[in-house]
């Protein structure tokens, strides 16, 4: 019921930075968990980060894998319904297969996944 689709994803020098987007379709996610995902060749997939929403705060929190943390950064444009993964000061090690996957209810399920976008840094 919910399509998403990733872009941004190419060849950028270490250091460099890039911008991942996640467009979705079919429902509003803006209540959704949405997450960032990333697998390397060889390598199990792991969690980058991702975006909750918290009703009682009127606002979306975010956590993020100690890896990246201070690198990348989750925002969210409800009216495109759509989610970014802002990645700055990107590291060989950073190369790797990126998904966006959406949660409904949380407790670490993702219901929805889209098709992944390649990353690649050189050194």
């Known amino acids: 019921q919910v399509q998403l689709i990733e872009s941004g994803g190419g060849l950028v020098q270490a250091g460099g930075s890039l911008r991942l987007s996640c467009a979705a379709s079919g429902r509003t996610i803006s209540s959704y968990i949405m997450a960032w995902f990333r697998q390397a060749p060889g390598k199990e997939r792991e969690i980058v980060g991702f975006?909750?929403?918290?009703?009682?705060?009127?606002?979306?929190?975010?956590s993020y894998a100690d890896s990246v943390k201070g690198r990348f950064t989750i925002s969210r444009d409800n009216a495109k319904n759509t989610v970014y993964l802002q990645m700055n000061s990107l590291k060989p090690e950073d190369t790797a297969v990126y998904s966006c996957?959406?949660?409904?209810?949380?407790?670490?399920?993702?219901?929805?996944w889209g098709q992944g976008t390649q990353v690649t840094v050189s050194s």
């Open positions: 975006s909750t929403w918290s009703g009682y705060k009127s606002t979306y929190a975010d």
């Open positions: 996957a959406a949660s409904r209810t949380g407790g670490g399920n993702y219901d929805y």
